[in-house]
């Protein structure tokens, strides 16, 4: 019998080897690289950037940038990956598409959602024409087998399981960005019964597809409301910072996902001092917290990033000013002689 009629995929041990080897020699070769993101720190946390073949939940409030975060990386996808061929399937079920393509240029001419909607003034017949001219590049990249397509309509996870395999054939069975905004949509089917089964259920669609085919999957997910209780607003406390208990369903994405961050924009919940280290936090401040890194670097724990509304863009800067840059500090109940310690604790932990 051979390896692939025997039951339940079983498989020797010798041959995941042989196929590991191949993986490793391609990879040393440059036959196949990661997918590089706008942020350096981003890409170092993980694989040089992101793995073919992972998948990276991204939680948030509203307000925090994450759909900003997720169109950036697909902006800037084919520039900053010159040499590599890959086609972007989107599963856009939070907005409309007159609101997206919206958003789309804003980002492309940098200017703000309000001005290109002509809110206070009509917009400038120049800016009308470097989006014609965007328009005219996508059409260019179409014709040259480089397909982006969008699916509004919310489906089941059966259903896009058909569409990811369907675009990936007609594509060429080139590597795919998959991404899919928000979870919360997806489609209830009938062996579904909840939202948590929903997600369960794409979560392991998913973990199985991307073992299958060369995808990326970047998954928005929204957080719970318990993290805007008042004692986690509470300005330098460990509180502020997310864990894994606030992502909704945050279980099955913990479990499927190779890459799992949360963003947070402390000015919008009036916190002025962030978190143990009680870091300055200004309106367009966001902190990427990375909760789950699978096969990256796990010393890492948060990215620092400055939104800018404006261009539809966020970028990477330093550490902010720390109040306290040695973490918070209390008495110890163990010696109970007035010694202290520093009980700063990595970024998910509860203390």
């Not at 919206?102 to 206070?120: I, K, N, P």
Request: aromatic share 8%.
């Amino acid at each position: 019998m051979s390896t692939e009629q025997k039951r339940f995929g079983r498989k020797s041990y010798v041959s995941v080897l042989r196929k590991g080897l191949k993986y490793i020699e391609k990879r040393r070769n440059g036959d196949i690289k990661s997918l590089r993101t706008p942020w350096p720190g981003f890409n170092s946390a993980g694989i040089a950037g992101l793995e073919w073949g992972s998948m990276l939940t991204i939680g948030a409030r509203p307000g925090a940038g994450k759909t900003m975060l997720v169109s950036q990386i697909l902006r800037e996808a084919h520039r900053l990956n010159p040499d590599q061929q890959f086609n972007i399937l989107e599963f856009q079920f939070e907005m409309g598409d007159e609101q997206y393509a919206a958003r789309q240029f804003a980002g492309e001419v940098a200017q703000d959602y309000g001005v290109v909607l002509s809110t206070d003034k009509q917009l400038d017949e120049f800016i009308i024409e470097k989006m014609k001219q965007y328009i005219a590049e996508c059409e260019y990249m179409e014709k040259q087998g480089i397909k982006r397509d969008l699916i509004s309509e919310s489906i089941t996870s059966a259903e896009m399981e058909e569409v990811i395999k369907e675009v990936y054939v007609e594509g060429g069975s080139k590597p795919l960005i998959v991404t899919i905004d928000h979870s919360w949509l997806i489609k209830k089917s009938g062996a579904d019964k909840d939202k948590f089964d929903v997600l369960y259920n794409t979560t392991e669609m998913l973990m199985k597809l991307k073992n299958k085919i060369p995808i990326i999957v970047l998954m928005i997910t929204q957080l719970n409301r318990s993290i805007d209780e008042a004692a986690r607003k509470v300005s330098g406390s460990i509180a502020n910072y997310p864990t894994s208990s606030d992502i909704f369903g945050g279980d099955a994405l913990m479990q499927g996902s190779d890459m799992v961050v949360v963003l947070s924009r402390p000015w919008k919940s009036d916190i002025k001092s962030y978190g143990p280290y009680a870091y300055e936090a200004k309106e367009d401040d966001v902190f990427l917290h990375l909760l789950k890194v699978r096969n990256g670097d796990e010393k890492k724990s948060i990215i620092f990033l400055k939104m800018f509304g404006k261009q539809q863009r966020m970028a990477e800067v330093p550490e902010p000013t720390a109040a306290r840059p040695n973490g918070f500090v209390r008495f110890t109940e163990r010696t109970g002689n007035g010694n202290q310690r520093n009980i700063s604790a990595p970024i998910g932990d509860e203390l």
